[in-house]
């Protein structure tokens, strides 16, 4: 095959949440350039975002049996950087898959949700940062670089893909596990980048966030868990409410929607149970009815049961993509990233999304990495909340509104 032909590298988007382990401090990130974006301009980044969650939902959903959980921010964010150097079709088709606007648009306001992720003085640890690692005799356009630096806090460091490609894999995967606390391991399998490879996006998002209202450990006990009505499963059910706890919460008939906060209240979970199976709800799963849904909530003392878990998953994301309609951006001879390099030679390889979550009685703990190879009262009864049978859960960012993972459980024990 003709080696003239570049694949992109490697675009890493690490998220992760953290609950009893002691703070870990990544890498200080940079300040990007917010100075025009607008609070309309923010909700729509937030509102595309959120769109492309459920979108990914649906699509992984016609393919996938077991639980799910990936981070639609991490994706967002890798396919951004990457589509500054699209243009022509290639950048068309990852605009629409994504919702982005146009350019200019998107960078300030992108940048904006940076930097309120990077924000200080926080009960919590949420941050974000990225990374260029570029091929270290491979020219790069300057607008590009300046573009990736000014607007997503992107830092350009040098590697050498062609004579030193093992290193180069293990130096980015090395970065990889410091950022996400040794929870991603080996992102880049060998193989995914080669000589070939000029360029490598990496960006962290690191959350560290305790329940404001904890789970009491005396309280977890087995418990069935209903994975079909006919398949039960014992597994550890945790809970918590008491005769002062509210929880925001609604009932809207074909499933109850549950709220659990994390301390300071700026982020938080939101829980989807269906009554009956997934299978109802998520023909009809969709942003809009998120909110309709959510809209209908209240304060409500409750007795609330959520299963302890922890999972990981992996997707391959090239096919994926494709069908969601991102085409010629992996096709050599059609994909156009010449904003990169100013050449039509590079296309996208392989997308691979790793994530891993960990809910337990104090908190929660979450990784993602995206790699974009370019190669009651005492007078009446609480209600009660039982996760005893699959469920969806979100972890939002409630200021914005951004969802940051997106995560299903069928079964708690994987």
Same mark, same amino acid.
Request: charged share 30%.
């Given at each position: 095959m003709n080696k003239k032909f570049l694949s992109i590298g490697t675009v890493l988007l690490i998220a992760f949440a953290v609950i009893f382990a002691s703070l870990y401090k990544i890498e200080q990130t940079s300040q990007a350039d917010d100075s025009s974006s607008t609070i309309i301009g923010v909700k729509n980044i937030v509102n595309a975002n959120n769109k492309f969650a459920f979108d990914l939902y649906s699509e992984i959903d016609k393919h996938e049996e077991r639980n799910i959980f990936y981070s639609p921010y991490s994706i967002s964010a890798a396919l951004a950087m990457t589509y500054e150097g699209a243009r022509g079709k290639t950048a068309d088709e990852i605009k629409s898959v994504f919702y982005f606007p146009d350019k200019t648009l998107l960078r300030s306001n992108?940048?904006?949700?940076?930097?309120?992720?990077?924000?200080?003085?926080?009960?919590?640890?949420?941050?974000?940062?990225?990374?260029?690692?570029i091929q270290q005799d491979y020219k790069l356009l300057e607008e590009y670089i300046s573009i990736v630096e000014k607007y997503y806090g992107g830092k350009a460091l040098n590697v050498d893909f062609v004579r030193e490609t093992e290193k180069s894999r293990q130096t980015i995967n090395s970065f990889i596990e410091k950022q996400t606390n040794n929870k991603i391991k080996d992102l880049i399998p060998e193989g995914t980048i080669d000589a070939s490879t000029r360029l490598v996006l990496t960006n962290a998002v690191y959350f560290k966030g305790l329940w404001m209202l904890e789970f009491d450990k005396t309280g977890t006990r087995e418990h069935d868990f209903k994975i079909t009505p006919e398949n039960v499963v014992k597994i550890s059910m945790m809970h918590a409410g008491n005769d002062e706890a509210k929880f925001n919460y609604a009932d809207v008939g074909e499933l109850q929607i549950l709220e659990l906060p994390y301390k300071d209240e700026d982020i938080s979970m939101l829980i989807l149970l269906?009554?009956?199976? !997934?299978?109802?709800?998520?023909?009809? $799963?969709?942003? %809009?009815?998120?909110?309709?849904?959510?809209?209908?909530?209240?304060?409500?003392?409750?007795?609330?049961?959520?299963?302890? !878990?922890?999972?990981?998953?992996?997707? $391959?994301?090239? %096919?994926i993509l494709i069908n969601m309609g991102m085409t010629d951006a992996f096709e050599f001879g059609n994909a156009d990233f010449s904003g990169i390099d100013q050449t039509k030679d590079l296309f996208i390889g392989q997308v691979i999304h790793q994530a891993f979550v960990k809910i337990d009685e104090e908190g929660t703990e979450a990784a993602a990495a995206t790699a974009v190879g370019i190669s009651i009262t005492s007078a009446r009864l609480r209600e009660i909340f039982m996760a005893d049978h699959p469920f969806i859960f979100i972890i939002q960012e409630n200021k914005t509104g951004n969802i940051l993972f997106f995560g299903r459980v069928v079964d708690p024990r994987e």
């Open positions: 992108f940048a904006a949700i940076h930097n309120e992720i990077n924000k200080k003085d926080k009960a919590y640890k949420l941050s974000t940062g990225n990374a260029l690692w269906p009554k009956y199976s !997934l299978d109802n709800i998520s023909s009809s $799963l969709t942003l %809009e009815k998120l909110e309709e849904w959510k809209n209908k909530m209240k304060k409500t003392n409750l007795d609330v049961y959520l299963p302890k !878990l922890e999972f990981n998953a992996k997707y $391959l994301m090239k %096919e």
